[in-house]
């Protein structure tokens, strides 16, 4: 009987300028659905919620592209690819938050600082998912023997 491969979504490296913008497609669709739900009337939107799905959405960025980095075969480019993806979707998601808001960083409340934090975050995800990747290449390297069985002396 022919086995199947497994496949996982988190087994490959993506380009992350591709997920970058993936998200931020993502966002602008739910900013665009929660504005359409506002105009209609059927909830009520705050006025910074497209700042809350910038913030979630970077946040969502920042776990996934540390767990592709996990697959990536050259660290230091993916790293630079990331780390500009980044920033990159960290100023687009704050540009279309303040035009679909009109409210800046700033005047959003405590937004400032959860993009410090989330960015701050992503790079200790990143430093952490590294060091393991490299604890388990080291580990996988290291040549695992058999202990030696010691004879015991025998006691009176």
């Given amino acids: 009987m ?5 496949f996982s979504y988190l087994e ?7 997920l970058a913008l ?3 497609g993502a966002h602008v669709v739910v900013v665009l659905g929660a504005k359409f739900v506002h105009l209609t009337g059927m909830a009520e939107v705050s006025v910074r919620f497209p700042w809350v799905s910038a913030a979630s959405f970077l946040l969502f960025y920042a776990v996934f592209n540390s767990i592709f980095s996990l697959s990536a075969s050259n660290a230091a480019k993916y790293w630079s690819r990331s780390v500009f993806s980044f920033l ?3 100023v687009v998601n704050g540009f279309t938050a303040y035009l679909f808001s009109s409210l800046g960083i700033d005047e959003a409340g405590s937004y400032r600082w959860i993009y410090i934090v989330v960015t701050f975050g992503y790079l200790v995800f990143l430093s952490i998912v590294n ?3 490299k604890i388990v290449e080291f580990a996988q390297k290291e040549e695992w023997n058999q202990p030696r069985a010691r004879s015991r002396k025998k006691r009176n």
């Fill in 88 to 90: 990159g979707l960290a």
């Fill in 131 to 133: 060091f393991i990747k």
């Fill in 22 to 24: 993936a998200i931020f």
């Fill in 12 to 18: 490959k490296a993506y380009n992350p300028i591709l």
């Fill in 2 to 6: 022919a086995e199947r491969a497994s």
